[in-house]
């Protein structure tokens, strides 16, 4: 998160696409990626990207609805856990394992709920629907330090007004990837973004 606070959503990745999408990635100096439990083989992908990121890049799944899942995110070596939903019984499986988790929240009531089970931040989700007026409310009442992350409708022309209003970070999906884009095009998104939030975030 201090390096660069953004993470790569890389629903519907396969398995084969894994290692170009990593290199491209990780050279316009991204260190979060997630891969969707619902891409196909989608463990595959997170075996193949914990066995070649190395150190100082976490890797982590998305869409991780029950426990189950989570032991299975475990056993390949993934650090993170994401959901679109706040379920204390996934993030306490998840802690129990040693596992960061970023549940997903709509309103206060499920942050506070997400917090109070051990999330170590909170995807705000989905962000089209939680403008950054709603993000500036939320910082007044929820304990500072906590760690909040847009995700959902995240491109390079909303960014500032979420940052000016106290956005950690953001997941980024399909603005920077889909399904059988080329590495080079990655590269390019992701330099992009990643060059947009030090510019941005280097103002407030």
């Given at each position: 998160?201090?390096?660069?606070?953004?993470?790569?959503?890389?629903?519907?990745i396969?398995?084969?696409?894994?290692?170009?999408?990593?290199?491209?990635?990780?050279?316009?100096?991204?260190?979060?990626?997630?891969?969707?439990?619902?891409?196909p083989?989608?463990?595959?992908?997170?075996?193949?990207?914990?066995?070649?990121?190395?150190?100082?890049?976490?890797?982590?799944?998305?869409?991780?609805?029950?426990?189950?899942?989570?032991?299975?995110?475990a056993?390949?070596?993934?650090?993170l856990?994401?959901?679109?939903?706040?379920?204390?019984?996934?993030?306490?499986?998840?802690?129990?394992?040693?596992?960061?988790?970023?549940?997903g929240v709509?309103?206060p009531?499920?942050?506070?709920?997400?917090?109070?089970?051990g999330a170590?931040?909170?995807?705000?989700?989905?962000?089209?629907?939680?403008?950054?007026?709603?993000?500036?409310?939320?910082?007044?009442?929820?304990?500072?330090?906590?760690?909040?992350?847009?995700?959902?409708?995240?491109?390079?022309?909303?960014?500032?007004?979420?940052i000016?209003?106290?956005?950690?970070?953001?997941?980024?999906?399909?603005a920077?990837?889909?399904?059988?884009?080329?590495a080079?095009?990655?590269?390019?998104?992701a330099?992009r973004?990643?060059?947009?939030?030090?510019?941005?975030?280097?103002?407030?």
């Amino acid at each position: 998160m201090n390096e660069l606070p953004l993470v790569a959503i890389l629903r519907g990745i396969t398995p084969p696409e894994v290692p170009a999408a990593l290199d491209a990635l990780v050279s316009a100096g991204f260190r979060i990626i997630e891969v969707p439990l619902n891409s196909p083989r989608p463990f595959d992908s997170l075996a193949q990207l914990v066995k070649r990121a190395g150190d100082g890049v976490l890797i982590g799944a998305g869409t991780v609805l029950d426990v189950d899942h989570v032991k299975q995110v475990a056993a390949v070596g993934a650090q993170l856990v994401v959901a679109p939903n706040c379920d204390p019984a996934v993030i306490g499986a998840a802690k129990v394992l040693g596992m960061a988790t970023l549940p997903g929240v709509a309103t206060p009531s499920e942050a506070f709920a997400a917090l109070a089970a051990g999330a170590d931040g909170l995807k705000m989700f989905p962000g089209e629907n939680l403008p950054p007026k709603v993000l500036k409310a939320w910082r007044a009442v929820l304990p500072e330090g906590t760690l909040l992350l847009p995700v959902g409708g995240v491109a390079p022309e909303n960014m500032a007004e979420y940052i000016a209003a106290g956005a950690d970070g953001f997941g980024i999906g399909s603005a920077l990837y889909k399904p059988g884009i080329a590495a080079p095009d990655l590269h390019e998104r992701a330099k992009r973004f990643a060059g947009d939030w030090r510019r941005l975030s280097a103002k407030r």
